[in-house]
C-alpha cells in the first residue's frame, strides 16, 4: 500500500513540475494568440477555460454600440444595439446568450458615442463594477475618424490605452470575458454611399472626415488620405489581436467585423456610415458565433 502510494505521488509531482516547467516557458517566451483554452491542446498548462454561456454582459465603446444613427438621425438608440439591446429583430448578443427576458437585469451598456480608444479604460472601470461574466469591446472607428488624416491617434497610443483597460479590468474583476471586435472598415462603408447626393449631405455635417471628405474625389492626395485611414485601421485591427492573445480570457473576432461586406441594406439610412437595425443584427450574429464557438478563430 505505502509503494502504491509513493507511486502516485511521484506521478502528481513529476505532473505538476511539467505544469510549472510549461507555465515558465510561456511567462519567458509570451503567450499565444489563440486563447483561454489553447493552453489544454498545445502541451500543455492549465489555462482558464472559455466559458460559452457567460451569466452576464456589458459592453464598452463607440457610437456603434450605442446604436447611433440606427433609429433617427444623429441620435443614439441602444435598444437595437447588437451588444445589449433589447429589440428582437436585432437579437442582440445578450439576449442571445441571456434570453430575452434577462437583457435588463442582466446587461449594461458603458459606450459613448464619439468616444476613441483613449476613453476605454474608464469605461472599463465602470462595466468591472458589474463583475460580468462577459465584457464587449468595439472601439477605434473614432481614431481613424478623425478632421484629418494626421490626427488619427498613433497606434503606439492605441496599443498602450487598450492594454491598460485591459490590465484595469482584470484587476477589478479577474474572471470577466472579454469579447473584442475588429474596427470596420471605413473604406468599405465610404464606398457604399459615396455615390448617393443624400448622403454625402449628410457626411458635410462632420461624420469621419478623413475618410468621407470630398467622397468623389479621385485625385491622388484624396486617394492617398483614404488609403492612409484604412492601412491604420488594419494596424489597430493588428494591436486588438496581439493584445488580447496577451490575456487568457480575451477573445478576438479574427477580423470578422473588418471583413464583413456590409452593404446599403445593412447601413443607416439615415448616414450610410453606421450600421442600420439590420447591421445592428449582422454584428450580434457575429459576435454570438465567435463567444459560443469552442475555439477561438485563428
Known sequence: ???????????????GAGVAAALLAATVTGCD??????????????APRWNTSPASVAAVGDSITRGFD??????????????????????SLAARLLGEAEVPARSWNYAVTGSRMADLPGQMASAAQHKPGLVTVM??????????????????????????????LRTASPASQVY???????????????????VR??????ICQSMLADPLSAEAVATARREKVRARVVEYNEVLR????????????????????????QLSRWDWFHPGRDGQARLAELAHRQVTAAAPPG
Open 180 to 198: 473584442v471586435s475588429s474596427v470596420p472598415d471605413l473604406q468599405r462603408l465610404w464606398e457604399q454611399g459615396k455615390d448617393i447626393p443624400v
Open 33 to 46: 494568440s489563440a486563447g483561454p483554452s489553447a493552453g489544454n491542446e498545445r502541451g500543455g498548462h492549465s
Open 1 to 15: 500500500m505505502r509503494t502504491t502510494a509513493a507511486r502516485r505521488l511521484a506521478r502528481r509531482t513529476s505532473t
Open 70 to 91: 440606427a433609429c433617427s438621425v444623429l441620435a443614439d438608440c441602444p435598444e437595437v444595439s447588437w451588444a445589449t439591446g433589447s429589440d428582437p429583430a436585432v437579437r
Open 242 to 265: 496581439e493584445v488580447c492573445a496577451a490575456d487568457a480570457l480575451c477573445r478576438y473576432d479574427g477580423g470578422a467585423v473588418f471583413q464583413y461586406p456590409f452593404g446599403e441594406e
Open 201 to 206: 449631405q449628410v457626411w458635410k455635417l462632420g
Open 139 to 168: 472601439v477605434g472607428s473614432n481614431d481613424a475618424c478623425r478632421p484629418t488624416a494626421s490626427s488619427m491617434t498613433p497606434v503606439e497610443q492605441f496599443r498602450a490605452d487598450f492594454a491598460r483597460a485591459l490590465k484595469d
